[in-house]
């Protein structure tokens, strides 16, 4: 089910501010990784919470160091 929360403009470099209710029903907050996808088909831009690494230390001054370590 889509729900509409705001219409933003798109800023210079291409932000989009998102509302601190959306991000509250999404989960979301400050320092969160999210991953970002591309439906083509219906170009729609689709932002998900990404999921911690199994084993990441998700501890609050850890948040998103431990995403792209190999």
Known sequence: ??????????Q????IVLSDTLLRNAGLQEGDSVDIYFDVASKHIIIQKAEAPSGADV????????????
């Not at 089910?1 to 798109?10: A, H």
């Open 1 to 10: 089910m889509k729900v509409l929360f705001d219409t933003k403009t798109v």
């Open 59 to 70: 501890s609050p001054g850890n948040i998103g160091q431990n995403r792209n370590k190999k």
């Open 12 to 15: 210079k470099l291409g932000r």
